[in-house]
């Protein structure tokens, strides 16, 4: 059997770093040349030392990555920290506008609508105690969430069947739940007197119901005619 062309012994080095004479045809000779060429060149590659910033760039950007996260678990941490539960009674809420305060120890906390609709609820009455998850920012502190609600049971409003001292019979035109107001008519009075629904509270009521006959207290102090007290007339 005839071999094209002149074999050749070429010395390769095995695994074991030992040398070994191996003959083969110039065809295999040129193929192990370029394919040890190529390894050669991907060597020179990797140790280059645009290769070798990119390493330490993913590093680099590695440790920026842990780093931020750090910075982030950092900040959470702080914000929780910086939370703080605390208990209070509610002084007034207005549906209308979307906030009212909460009393907590001898401030009154600003507290918005968002933060009842995240807990489900539609409104407030004053008295209801509350607990609630307290959160610092730029203008101090802020009610991030309310946890849980207490509404005390409230005693029958009062009721008289005369009218007392500066006391005088009303009856209940309307009242409007969701604005907090509503007005009466007075005897002895031509103009309709305005009724808030924080004078309600402070009197006991939650609301009014149209016809409903009372016995109020109005104060004219120059911005219309108000009432400032309120008790049931009974029959």
Request: proline content about 3%.
């Given at each position: 059997m005839q071999i094209a062309g002149e074999l050749r012994k070429i010395v390769m080095?095995?695994?074991t770093g030992t040398e070994r004479g191996v003959d083969m045809t110039p065809e295999e000779t040129?193929?192990?040349?370029?394919?040890?060429?190529?390894?050669?060149?991907e060597t020179r590659g990797a140790?280059?030392?645009q290769a070798k910033g990119r390493g330490r760039s993913k590093d680099s950007l590695g440790a920026a990555g842990t780093l931020t996260s750090e910075k982030a678990d950092a900040a959470t941490a702080e914000t929780e920290a910086s939370e703080?539960?605390?208990e209070g009674e509610l002084v007034w809420y207005n549906e209308?506008?979307?906030y009212g305060f909460v009393r907590i120890g001898e401030e009154e906390v600003f507290l918005h609508r968002s933060?009842?609709?995240r807990f489900g609820l539609v409104r407030l009455l004053t008295g209801d105690i509350?607990?609630?998850s307290l959160s610092t920012n730029e203008h101090g502190q802020v009610i991030k969430d309310l946890l849980s609600v207490r509404r005390p049971l409230s005693p029958a409003p009062p009721a008289a069947h005369e009218p007392a001292k500066g006391e005088v019979r009303a009856v209940v035109k309307f009242f409007n739940d969701l604005r907090g107001y509503g007005f009466i008519t007075a005897d002895d009075l031509e103009e309709d007197v305005f009724v808030h629904s924080r004078v309600l509270n402070d009197c006991g009521f939650s609301s009014l119901i149209q016809g409903q006959k009372l016995l109020v207290k109005v104060d004219d102090s120059g911005r219309g005619l108000q009432v400032n007290s309120v008790r049931l007339l009974a029959d």
């Amino acid at each position: 059997m005839q071999i094209a062309g002149e074999l050749r012994k070429i010395v390769m080095t095995d695994h074991t770093g030992t040398e070994r004479g191996v003959d083969m045809t110039p065809e295999e000779t040129k193929a192990a040349e370029a394919q040890a060429a190529e390894t050669k060149s991907e060597t020179r590659g990797a140790d280059s030392p645009q290769a070798k910033g990119r390493g330490r760039s993913k590093d680099s950007l590695g440790a920026a990555g842990t780093l931020t996260s750090e910075k982030a678990d950092a900040a959470t941490a702080e914000t929780e920290a910086s939370e703080d539960v605390r208990e209070g009674e509610l002084v007034w809420y207005n549906e209308r506008k979307g906030y009212g305060f909460v009393r907590i120890g001898e401030e009154e906390v600003f507290l918005h609508r968002s933060t009842l609709d995240r807990f489900g609820l539609v409104r407030l009455l004053t008295g209801d105690i509350v607990n609630v998850s307290l959160s610092t920012n730029e203008h101090g502190q802020v009610i991030k969430d309310l946890l849980s609600v207490r509404r005390p049971l409230s005693p029958a409003p009062p009721a008289a069947h005369e009218p007392a001292k500066g006391e005088v019979r009303a009856v209940v035109k309307f009242f409007n739940d969701l604005r907090g107001y509503g007005f009466i008519t007075a005897d002895d009075l031509e103009e309709d007197v305005f009724v808030h629904s924080r004078v309600l509270n402070d009197c006991g009521f939650s609301s009014l119901i149209q016809g409903q006959k009372l016995l109020v207290k109005v104060d004219d102090s120059g911005r219309g005619l108000q009432v400032n007290s309120v008790r049931l007339l009974a029959d």
